[in-house]
């Protein structure tokens, strides 16, 4: 199947500071992509649609100027979770669909485990 | 509203025994179903998916589900259990965004 790659898969970052999350489709293009956080024993929650070459979606309750989205190519996709704190420590994975047609599933990146101290 | 109960939080089987976790889901459209596999601390693992057709879906690992439309239901089973099926499994409904049951912890005892 197809492979989405996520980087780093663990961080750890001091209260306030800014971390980047990378979602890369290696093998396929990918004009959207997803973005879902999992907190600690429990399910995971869409938080943004990112979509290639323009804004992105975000889904109710997200805070789109603390989690800002990029999608600048059709195999990249970023998020930055601006000015930390303790309560965004979580599990963000990623997920992206190959644009080559119906009836493909998204594939999920092995995500991120953000710890802010 | 679209969602995806699955009532089992916990279950707990030997090796060797019989699964079946339960999904129930609430959609409005024909769903596209899915089951996932997450070990800890890492990221989801298809086991199987239903789009259309069959309604019998086999997928890795020895895995199956049967989609019933009349009971809104995936259930994913499995004949024997080994000890390294041990995960939480989450079924999943949607298209290009999901939307995640709450998952099942299944512990094995060998």
């Known amino acids: 199947g197809a492979v989405v790659s996520q980087h780093p898969s663990r961080v750890i970052c001091k209260s306030g500071t800014s971390v980047k999350i990378e979602c890369r489709s290696l093998d396929f293009q990918a004009t959207t992509m997803f973005w879902y956080r999992q907190f600690p024993k429990q399910s995971l929650m869409l938080m943004a649609t990112s979509n290639e070459g323009s804004k992105a979606t975000y889904e109710q309750g997200v805070e789109k100027d603390k989690f800002l989205i990029n999608h600048a190519s059709l195999t990249l996709s970023t998020l930055t979770v601006t000015s930390a704190h303790p309560e965004d420590s979580s599990f963000y994975i990623c997920?992206?669909?190959?644009?080559?047609?119906?009836?493909?599933?998204?594939?999920f990146g092995q995500g991120t485990r953000l710890t802010v101290v | 509203a679209q969602s995806v109960t699955q009532p089992d939080i916990h279950i707990t089987v030997s090796e060797g025994a019989s699964l079946e976790l339960r999904c129930n889901y609430s959609y409005g459209a024909t769903p596209y179903l899915f089951w996932y596999v997450q070990s800890p601390g890492q990221g989801l693992q298809l086991l199987l998916k239903?789009?259309?057709?069959?309604?019998l879906v086999q997928g890795i690992k020895g895995f199956e589900a049967e989609f019933k439309r009349s009971q809104s239901s995936f259930n994913l089973r499995k004949p024997s259990v080994h000890w390294s099926d041990a995960a939480e499994y989450f079924c999943?409904?949607?298209?290009?965004?999901?939307?995640f049951g709450t998952g099942t912890r299944l512990q094995v005892f060998p």
């Open positions: 999943a409904v949607g298209d290009d965004k999901l939307i």
């Open positions: 997920s992206a669909r190959d644009l080559g047609g119906r009836n493909t599933e998204a594939f």
């Open positions: 239903y789009f259309s057709g069959d309604t």
